[in-house]
């Protein structure tokens, strides 16, 4: 499997990271820093996202995911240590 990265600039401080799978077309978000700034990288590059990937709960990696599901029907994926912390959640994780 070949993967893509994308590292593109966020918020004032920040980087986001798409992970692109060139077999299945499937595209990543490692977190949701920005919904707009995701949106342009994916413009960009003309990926579709299909995935975000949380981290954990702290806003930089958590703002853009109303956005994102509503707008482009991401499923979300992240800890369940911390769901009462995430909203949007669709898949839970743990170690």
């Keep these: 499997m070949a993967v893509l990265i994308d590292i593109f600039p966020c918020r004032s401080d920040n ?7 060139t077999a299945t077309g499937r595209t990543a978000s490692i977190d949701a820093p920005e919904a707009a700034a ?21 806003t930089d990696h958590v703002e853009g995911i109303p956005v994102l599901k509503r707008d482009l029907g ?8 911390e769901q009462s912390k995430i909203l949007g959640l669709d898949v839970l994780v743990k170690g």
């Design 74 to 81: 991401v499923t979300v994926t992240g800890p369940e240590g």
């Design 15 to 21: 980087f986001g990271y798409l992970v692109h799978d």
């Design 38 to 58: 995701i949106l342009a990288a994916l413009k960009r590059t003309g990926w579709k996202l299909t995935d975000v990937l949380i981290t954990h709960h702290h």
